[in-house]
């Protein structure tokens, strides 16, 4: 796997907070945080996530650019079959954790219709920002994320329109990146956690594939 | 010779005929087994009968804390005015007097797997070889911000038949007209993935009946929910606007209640204040299965599906919305047909035979109003040591259908009240 | 034939390794009805499981052993031969204003439906 480049995964250290059985594979709860004792300038820069058995395995990648990081994140992922979900999270230091939790779904998700997006409001954005140590921020884009694997009642397929990626700054320092595929539910849910080290303006940009954006700001403390 | 149950029909007609009748059941020599069942609800009482009536020699004691069950199915109907609360009631007349079960009224506190012991509220121990629980659901009352056992004598949530479900009437009565109801439905899994959006149905006949300006919202912690479609097609049909559904995507889940004031927080922070506040919170099993050490780290309780025994604790066999039976849905049905097999597997267990293949259907109806129902059904099997939903059958009924076909399905809903009743408590229909 | 005979052993109680009276008048029945609409030829899968068994779930909606209280028909004691060709019917969705029954007689083998149909053929009313 590419992003191992070679590395050996440490299985430690991923938590993941998943149902034990989903009774709707469109919409599975999935909370990830890193827990392990960090030597002194080491963060976690990227944590990886995967769903073996879905036609498109790779679910989203999260990155944090600089120290000031808190790896956790929430978020809701469409998984196809029962299977493990896998997460991959790397260190500063080059180590690479891994963390697996295994999930029964009972009706198939990705290809029913069962996914509901409101089609008049598509590309609006709710976000709520909790001041903290750290600062939560939960977001959440409506959109339909179509895979363009499902077809429409003609047959027709439904062609691709994904949110690929959203992307958080304060001010013009970049402090968290999404990169979400076809396996995020509709209307992408997301709550990650930031550290402004001073007061400044919150800008999240989200992107679609067809490069057309949706933006949102707000200060924070 | 003739057939087990002509055997048995005989039987039945034999002490009919009789005084042996009114003789104590215990007087009878009962050599093949000691059962004792917890919960005389749908999976509980259902499972007594069906064992007395495979063999009537295995002694069965049922432990249930209310002399009469209340059901969930049908309380949305007391809730829409259009039953009244007795009739939703059975007692265990039919289980203690015809088929023999002995009843004790009082709560089940405690469970030793390993000595095969129930302890109840009282001290007293009882010992089984086969020990069935039927525990129904306890709410998760760390679920919601807010939302405690005190908040929920403010706003109810009436999500097991009783004084909840009295309390949520009386407030619906008091309320206002131009009010506004307010239902918080729970994520997967929860009782009766129906039964929130069937109770607004009920209630939106009450309002437009009583109380014509009544507003109603439904905030979902979910995006999809059971016969949806069929739903909302219902309720623009008969209620207009009345009812609005708030999706989880759209702000739907509420995290935080304040039952003072009836009012809610949402996910992303917008505040809704009702009149009548019915907040169904996340559930778990009943406590006596986390008692009995059968649940997993969800609340929920693992089966074996061939027989529905624990998979944590031999000898404990486990029924109903307590259970991880999905793809079979948490209903009242389920767990009927889920007591049933359950018996056959106890029976065959106690007289050393193998237990039958199981076989399970269910049929979920609901009313949108008095004279327009609408179904869902399933036939499930085991396949691989998992309980499937077999392919080809099932699913909802028809999007497009008449005023006739909807009439007809309400008809039958009442029709399977009172056939499920009757086969469970021997009620007899109100 | 070899089909019929394994549905009329597993109608009743095969574990008990009885063997009882064949119920001959049913079985003239089940000739008629079989010929009628040609289930003989489909096959001569076993039922997996117990008549009872597959029974108990019906009670749901149609009250115990098929006598039922309220607005759903009754099922007990109707002749073989008419249960059968109705649940054939049911699953093949022939019958006209049907509601609910053609959805869960196609979770059933046409085998089992046999079975069924015995099953409730011998209850009284």
């Known amino acids: 796997m590419a992003i191992l480049d070679g590395r050996d995964p440490i299985a430690q250290g991923v938590v993941l907070d998943l149902p034990l059985i989903s009774e709707n594979g469109a919409v599975v709860p999935l909370g990830i945080s890193i827990d392990r004792p960090m030597a002194e300038d080491e963060y976690v820069q990227a944590i990886h996530v995967f769903a073996p058995a879905n036609p498109f395995p790779h679910i989203a990648s999260f990155r944090y650019p600089n120290a000031r990081s808190t790896p956790r994140l929430e978020t809701r992922v469409r998984l196809n079959e029962s299977q493990p979900v896998v997460v991959l999270a790397e260190l500063s230091s080059g180590a690479v954790l891994v963390g697996e939790s295994e999930v029964r779904v009972t009706v198939s998700g990705c290809l029913t219709m069962s996914d509901t997006y409101d089609t008049e409001s598509v590309f609006q954005t709710r976000v709520r920002v909790e001041p903290g140590a750290p600062t939560s921020v939960l977001t959440l884009i409506n959109h339909p994320q179509e895979t363009g694997l499902r077809t429409n009642a003609q047959g027709e397929i439904i062609p691709k329109r994904l949110i690929e990626k959203l992307e958080a700054r304060i001010g ?3 402090v968290f990146e999404a990169d979400l595929h076809r396996s995020i539910s509709a209307n992408p849910y997301l709550r990650f956690y930031i550290q402004p080290d001073a007061p400044g303006t919150l800008d999240l940009v989200w992107t679609e594939d067809t490069g057309e954006t949706a933006e949102f700001s707000q200060d924070v403390a | 010779m003739i057939s087990r149950r002509k055997v048995i029909k005989s039987a039945a007609a034999a002490f009919a005929a009789t005084p042996l009748l009114s003789m ?30 495979r063999n009537p020699d295995i002694a069965v004691t049922l432990v249930e804390a209310s002399p009469r069950f209340y059901t969930c199915p049908f309380s949305n109907l007391y809730l829409g005015g259009l039953r009244d609360f007795d009739s939703i009631g ?34 007293e121990t009882l010992g089984y070889d086969k020990l069935l629980l039927s525990p129904g659901i306890d709410m998760r009352w760390d679920g919601i911000e807010g939302y405690d056992e005190a908040a929920a004598e403010l706003a109810p949530h009436a999500w097991k038949a009783g004084p909840q479900t009295e309390l949520l009437r009386s407030q619906l009565e008091a309320m206002d007209d131009g009010g506004l109801f307010i239902l918080s439905a729970p994520a997967d899994p929860f009782r009766c993935p129906p039964g929130p959006y069937e109770r607004v149905s009920l209630i939106a006949n009450y309002f437009k009946e009583s109380k014509p300006s009544s507003k109603i919202l439904i905030l979902d912690s979910k995006d999809a929910f059971s016969k949806q479609g069929l739903f909302q097609a219902g309720w623009q049909e008969l209620y207009g606007d009345m009812i609005e559904w708030v999706s989880l995507s759209n702000d739907g889940r509420v995290i935080r209640v304040d039952a003072e004031n009836l009012e809610v927080e949402t996910e992303f922070g917008e505040i809704h204040r009702a009149d009548v506040l019915n907040v169904i919170p996340p559930q778990k099993a009943g406590f006596i299965a986390e008692a009995a050490g059968v649940t997993n780290e969800g609340g929920w309780v693992p ?15 486990v029924v109903g919305d307590a259970t991880i039976a999905a793809p079979m849905p948490k209903s009242g049905f389920s767990a009927n047909a889920q007591g049933k097999v359950a018996a056959s597997a106890i029976v065959a267990a106690l007289t050393g035979e193998e237990a039958p293949a199981p076989s399970w259907a269910n049929t979920c109806y609901s009313l949108i109003g008095p004279e327009y129902g609408i179904s869902v059904a399933g036939v499930y099997r085991v396949e691989n040591g998992e309980i499937i939903s077999v392919e080809g059958s099932g699913g909802v009924s028809p999007a497009e259908a008449d005023a006739e076909f909807r009439a007809a399905e309400a008809r039958y809903a009442v029709g399977w009240y009172d056939a499920i009743t009757q086969d469970i408590w021997g009620s007899q229909p109100a | 034939m070899r089909a019929l005979h394994q549905l009329v052993v597993h109608s009743h109680d095969r574990k008990r390794g009885d063997t009882f009276l064949m119920p001959w008048d049913k079985i003239a029945l089940a000739l008629a009805g079989a010929l009628a609409t040609g289930v003989l030829m489909t096959g001569a899968a076993q039922a997996q499981t117990d008549a009872s068994v597959l029974a108990g779930t019906c009670a ?6 098929g006598n039922s209280p309220g607005a759903i028909p009754s099922i007990a004691g109707l002749p073989f031969e008419y249960i059968l060709e109705q649940l054939l019917a049911f699953k093949a969705d022939e019958v006209p204003g049907t509601t609910i029954m053609g959805r869960i007689a196609k979770g059933y083998s046409d085998e ?14």
């Not at chain 3, 089992?112 to 009313?125: C, Q």
């Open chain 1, 172 to 174: 013009d320092e970049l």
């Open chain 2, 90 to 123: 059975h007692s265990f007349d039919e289980l203690t007097d015809t088929y023999g079960v002995e009843l004790i009224t009082e709560w089940a506190e405690g469970v030793d797997g390993d000595a095969h012991t129930l302890t109840l509220a009282s001290g």
């Open chain 3, 112 to 125: 089992e439906l046999e079975a069924l149909a015995l099953h409730f053929s011998e209850i009284e009313e």
């Open chain 2, 303 to 317: 089966i074996n599906p061939e027989t529905f025994e624990s998979q944590q604790v031999s000898d404990i066999y």
């Open chain 3, 60 to 65: 749901n909606c149609h009250g115990t052993d």
């Open chain 2, 24 to 53: 104590p059941f215990v007087a009878r020599a009962q050599t093949a087994g000691r059962v004792v069942i917890v919960g005389g609800g749908f999976g509980g009482a259902t499972a007594a009968k069906y064992i007395k009536r």
